[in-house]
């Protein structure tokens, strides 16, 4: 079993968060690496990004906490890769009007169910429509 994080549960465990406690016991309880795909490092990214305009972290802080979470990714995270075919479902999924999905969680969704892995988020919104598709989901929040 592989555990995939999305961006909402990568954030906490670089900056300190209501969901740190939480994220830090799931991952230390874990045997197996988790994987992240480089869309989610680059929702994480974004989300650093807006730490930074909202003048929660200084950019230098945030070049490092990036950094950090890069050589983390490459050293022992599993990578996983958007196809061009998840595209395509997460497109049908933003049409199911039903589960109220954003394109980046339909992204997230559909590569999870390609590839088999079970979803980790503290999103629930997203963490419903997941299930509703067939994935299974660790909702952390």
Do not use: K, N
Not at 1 to 25: G, R
Request: hydrophobic share 50%; charged share 25%.
């Amino acid at each position: 079993m592989s555990f995939y994080l999305d961006a909402s549960a990568i954030l906490p465990i670089l900056v300190e968060e209501a969901a740190s406690a939480t994220l830090d016991a799931f991952v230390s309880d874990l045997a197996e690496p988790l994987t992240v795909s480089t869309f989610a490092a680059g929702e994480t990214a974004s989300a650093v990004s807006r730490l930074v305009r909202t003048g929660r972290l200084s950019a230098d802080d945030a070049r490092a906490l990036l950094a950090s979470f890069d050589a983390w990714r490459a050293t022992s995270a599993i990578p996983a890769q958007l196809a061009p075919s998840d595209v395509e479902v997460a497109d049908l999924y933003v049409r199911r009007f039903d589960l109220m999905l954003r394109m980046p969680d339909a992204l997230h969704i559909a590569l999870c169910r390609r590839d088999r892995h079970v979803l980790v988020t503290l999103d629930r919104r997203l963490a419903e429509a997941a299930r509703a598709l067939g994935v299974e989901v660790r909702h952390l929040a």
